[in-house]
């Protein structure tokens, strides 16, 4: 995929697409409890921007005619109160103040992926998406209403530090994460290049806690990898980016040049990325016209996302390997593949299960909004928002078999290859 200018990407944002963190590492400024921020008036009924310094502004009430009814002017006697009343006034930030509330009235949803992006966030958003950025190199998220690692990239200071997929984060350094937000964590967690973070985590398995400390660097993550293992093409895909698609493209023409018999399509640890780029990676493997993933809104309508064509792979029997730490457009893959395809075996063990979609809205100074609204269902209609996609063969990695090096999930993808095409 071709690199993109901002104002392209802002036109492109306009498309559904997956962050989870969809993306990597979006950071934000800070959470404030549930309110609104208003630069803005109503006129002949519709909503007219205006700009206004902030202590200026003013917002005309509604009649209360009832218990629904928000009387804004509640609003502004809290932020009267905190100005006058705060003892440490003078060092108060009226923007952050204001992105704060914006981003609480957000949080106030209860939907972790739904977000504020403030100007200087939304550039670290778009340097993140490009696949270059100083940090540990982990994704995110909220799992069981706890700080979770989805998944540490690919050779990453997360990986080489020993931190896993489904690792429970309590602390970030000494302050504990239990009422803290992914905007929050992520913002402590991410850091420049040579600093450290000291994560304590809960692994499942483990009868107590562990401090990992991380020393941070330039994350630069490649997408594609392949290698041939005899006459498998073992490919790797690890993010879901700009530049996917033509790696994978070409990643495909060797597969099929080199007359590979049989695919281990990898997706373990892959946190996911643009929709667009997993439905352009699926129509290389399932035929045109096949359903890739549905959308169903709020309204329960559903919108069927299919193959686009360039289909070389899908004749090519396959195995798929997930776990915990596949999430958003490595499911949408996994599941495509699985419901359309009779030659192809999932291994593993259950995804991560982040089945929502994301529209990203460009606002006025450099700054966005993205918002959750669908969610995703496989082609055969079985949910994947919190219930992730179910291996056809499981097979757990313990720490045992991490600590030695040993991976028994490939092991049984060759195997079961090796049997099929023989």
Do not use: C, H
Not at 271 to 276: E, K, S
Not at 376 to 386: F, V, Y
């Amino acid at each position: 995929m071709d690199q993109l200018s901002k104002e392209q990407q802002y036109k492109k944002g306009k498309k559904l697409f997956n962050t989870v963190f969809g993306v990597f590492f979006v950071v934000f400024i800070l959470t404030a409890s549930f309110g609104i921020g208003f630069g803005l008036g109503k006129k002949k009924g519709t909503v007219e921007e205006t700009e206004l310094f902030i202590d200026q502004a003013t917002v005309a009430n509604k009649k209360n005619t009832g218990s629904n009814v928000i009387d804004f002017s509640l609003f502004w006697d809290v932020w009267d109160l905190l100005k006058d009343k705060y003892v440490d006034a003078e060092s108060l930030d009226a923007r952050q103040l204001f992105y704060g509330a914006i981003n609480g009235m957000l949080r106030a949803t209860g939907d972790p992926y739904t977000v504020f992006l403030d100007p200087e966030n939304n550039e670290k958003f778009n340097e993140d998406i490009s696949g270059s950025f100083e940090g540990i190199g982990a994704e995110i998220g909220i799992k069981g209403r706890v700080l979770t690692i989805i998944a540490p990239l690919k050779n990453s200071p997360a990986e080489n530090s020993g931190l896993r997929a489904g690792d429970k984060i309590l602390k970030i350094d000494d302050e504990s994460t239990a009422d803290m937000s992914i905007n929050e964590s992520v913002d402590r967690i991410r850091g420049q290049k040579g600093t450290e973070v000291r994560l304590t985590i809960f692994r499942n398995g483990d009868d107590e806690t562990q401090e990992i400390t991380v020393t941070r660097d330039v994350i630069n993550v490649k997408s594609v990898e392949l290698e041939f293992k005899d006459n498998i093409a073992y490919i790797e895909v690890n993010r879901f980016g700009r530049d996917t698609i033509k790696e994978f493209s070409s990643v495909a023409k060797k597969t099929v040049s080199q007359k590979s018999k049989g695919i281990i399509l990898d997706l373990r640890n892959n946190p996911g990325g643009f929709l667009n780029v997993s439905v352009d990676l699926a129509s290389k493997m399932i035929p045109k016209g096949k359903v890739v993933v549905i959308e169903e809104d709020s309204d329960e309508k559903q919108k069927k996302v299919s193959a686009k064509g360039g289909d070389i792979l899908s004749q090519i029997e396959t195995v798929v390997l997930i776990n915990k730490g596949s999430a958003s457009a490595s499911e949408i893959v996994a599941g495509a593949l699985r419901d359309n395809r009779d030659n192809v075996t999932v291994v593993g063990e259950q995804s991560f299960g982040k089945g929502s979609v994301q529209e990203l809205i460009p606002l006025p100074k450099n700054s966005a909004v993205k918002i959750t609204v669908a969610k995703w269902l496989t082609p055969s209609g079985d949910q994947i928002n919190n219930e992730g996609i179910s291996p056809d063969i499981e097979v757990e990695l313990t720490n045992e078999d991490y600590d030695n090096d040993r991976d028994p999930q490939l092991d049984r993808a060759l195997e079961i290859l090796k049997e099929k095409i023989q």
